[in-house]
């Protein structure tokens, strides 16, 4: 089945996002088939009436899927599907690839919220995952779902030809890993109480966050095989969208409230983070954020009207108050 999303933005983007968390609910249901039993190394051990002690794995699962199925905006996965839609990929392809990106977005939250990190008590008007299940589990839902993102990625139901998959797994490692989402993470902590530069707060963001937008939206280009000019439109889209997202973001920590956000607010202010609102101040971060916006719509010309919610999407993150 082709990819067919509603042109009315707020509804395209509640299809990708039921249709994601059907799909994570099956990945993280914990069947045997999938070989989630835990295998004793003693066969002639037995046993009581059930098998509770030796399905350890279930804790961590039960942690994964709360962080994972606990609602979201879910732009990631929707950057991935309207991409592949571009280039004709079949629903099912783009569902299963926009899942385990979306897994590894949600490791990266239940990380940043720790004590060690951000120290959030509140993700998506929650109680984070370390907050419901404690540190140690915490860490380990987040290490699951990284780890079982590429699994996914790895199975013929992403796509048929193997180069493709491998090419899918490389963008993504390098998109989240220390030349990515990781490597800006340790910026932002070295950052704290530091005066950085408007450039120097650029690179911080596009690697914290710009990464995963780019390779999101990159993701369906190469599961269509598009040629590289395609690609890099759509990364150079990604990456003006991701930094006006990242913008909004700051702009709501500094004038939103816990109620709205759904997470805590004055983050930034309180731990001393430079961000383009400290330096720039309110209004012209705000101008900044939209003339990213209009950037980041003239890299889809090319695409004519196939990119609408693409466009749509770039308007909303600017426009949203939560």
Same mark, same amino acid.
């Given at each position: 089945?082709?990819?067919?999303? %509603?042109?009315?933005?707020?509804?395209?983007?509640?299809?990708?996002? @039921?249709?994601?968390?059907?799909?994570?609910?099956?990945?993280?249901?914990?069947?045997?088939?999938?070989?989630?039993?835990?295998?004793?190394?003693?066969?002639?051990?037995?046993?009581?009436?059930?098998?509770?002690?030796?399905?350890?794995?279930?804790?961590?699962?039960?942690?994964?899927?709360?962080?994972?199925?606990?609602?979201?905006?879910?732009? *990631?996965?929707?950057?991935?599907? %309207?991409?592949?839609?571009?280039?004709?990929?079949?629903?099912?392809?783009?569902?299963?690839?926009?899942?385990?990106?979306?897994?590894?977005?949600?490791?990266?939250?239940?990380? #940043? #919220?720790?004590?060690?990190?951000?120290?959030?008590?509140?993700?998506?008007?929650?109680?984070? %995952?370390?907050?419901?299940?404690?540190?140690?589990?915490?860490?380990?839902?987040? @290490?699951? !779902? !990284?780890?079982?993102?590429?699994?996914?990625?790895?199975?013929?139901? +992403?796509?048929? @030809?193997?180069?493709?998959?491998?090419?899918?797994?490389?963008?993504?490692?390098?998109?989240?890993? %220390?030349?990515?989402?990781?490597?800006?993470?340790?910026?932002?902590?070295?950052?704290?109480?530091?005066?950085?530069? +408007?450039?120097?707060?650029? *690179?911080?963001?596009?690697?914290?966050?710009?990464?995963?937008?780019?390779?999101?939206?990159?993701?369906?280009?190469?599961?269509?095989?598009?040629?590289?000019?395609?690609?890099?439109?759509?990364?150079?889209?990604?990456?003006?969208?991701?930094?006006?997202?990242?913008?909004?973001?700051?702009?709501?920590?500094?004038?939103?409230? *816990?109620?709205?956000?759904?997470?805590?607010?004055?983050?930034?202010?309180?731990?001393?983070?430079?961000?383009?609102?400290?330096?720039?101040?309110?209004?012209?971060?705000?101008?900044?954020?939209?003339?990213?916006?209009?950037?980041?719509?003239?890299?889809?010309? +090319?695409?004519?009207?196939?990119? #609408?919610?693409?466009?749509?999407?770039?308007?909303?993150?600017?426009?949203?108050?939560?």
């Amino acid at each position: 089945m082709l990819i067919k999303l %509603c042109d009315n933005l707020q509804n395209a983007i509640e299809e990708v996002a @039921d249709a994601l968390t059907q799909r994570m609910q099956t990945l993280l249901r914990g069947n045997d088939s999938s070989g989630s039993a835990v295998i004793s190394m003693t066969p002639q051990f037995k046993p009581a009436n059930d098998t509770a002690s030796v399905r350890g794995e279930e804790r961590v699962l039960e942690a994964m899927r709360y962080s994972a199925l606990s609602g979201g905006k879910r732009l *990631r996965p929707f950057l991935t599907i %309207c991409s592949a839609g571009l280039f004709g990929v079949s629903m099912d392809s783009a569902i299963e690839t926009a899942s385990a990106i979306e897994f590894i977005h949600t490791y990266s939250l239940i990380h #940043d #919220d720790l004590p060690a990190m951000d120290n959030d008590d509140l993700r998506r008007g929650k109680p984070t %995952c370390h907050v419901q299940f404690g540190e140690a589990a915490a860490i380990l839902a987040g @290490d699951g !779902l !990284l780890t079982y993102a590429f699994q996914v990625l790895s199975n013929s139901k +992403v796509h048929a @030809d193997p180069a493709v998959r491998c090419e899918l797994i490389s963008a993504l490692a390098q998109a989240s890993g %220390c030349w990515g989402m990781v490597g800006g993470q340790m910026m932002d902590i070295q950052a704290e109480n530091k005066q950085l530069s +408007v450039e120097e707060i650029i *690179r911080l963001q596009r690697l914290k966050t710009g990464e995963l937008f780019a390779v999101s939206c990159e993701a369906g280009a190469i599961l269509g095989k598009a040629p590289g000019m395609m690609r890099n439109l759509l990364r150079a889209y990604a990456h003006d969208m991701g930094l006006a997202f990242q913008i909004t973001d700051d702009l709501l920590d500094a004038e939103g409230t *816990r109620t709205q956000t759904g997470k805590g607010v004055r983050k930034d202010k309180i731990k001393g983070k430079a961000t383009l609102v400290s330096v720039l101040g309110v209004d012209r971060a705000r101008d900044h954020a939209q003339l990213l916006v209009k950037q980041a719509i003239s890299h889809l010309d +090319v695409f004519d009207k196939k990119a #609408d919610n693409l466009r749509a999407l770039a308007q909303y993150v600017v426009s949203r108050k939560g």
